[in-house]
């Protein structure tokens, strides 16, 4: 199930308040900053700081390929290519 593009335009992350990766594949949200996910349940993304999960570096690179290859959209209306971009984590997201 896919989120509403209005409520992605709100959504941002409840730690460091910046955009997130919406994958719709994995039904989550995702920081690649901070490397947390946020699972998206019953089609609610569940939003609460201590329920994001710290994905592995695998995980890392898996999603950011698969953003990387139009499988995300952006929150907060960035563009896409500034989370894909230099994100402080040393991964190259192509």
Known sequence: MSLDT???NLLACPIDKQA???LD???VLY???LRRSYRIRDGI???LADHGETVTDEQHRKLLQCAA???AVATLQVPLSSLLSDDGSGEDAA
Do not use: A, I, K, W
């Open 6 to 8: 209005l409520l992605l």
């Open 20 to 22: 997130l990766l919406y």
């Open 25 to 27: 594949e994995y039904d």
């Open 31 to 33: 920081n690649p900053r």
């Open 45 to 47: 993304p569940v939003m």
């Open 69 to 71: 290859t139009g499988g």
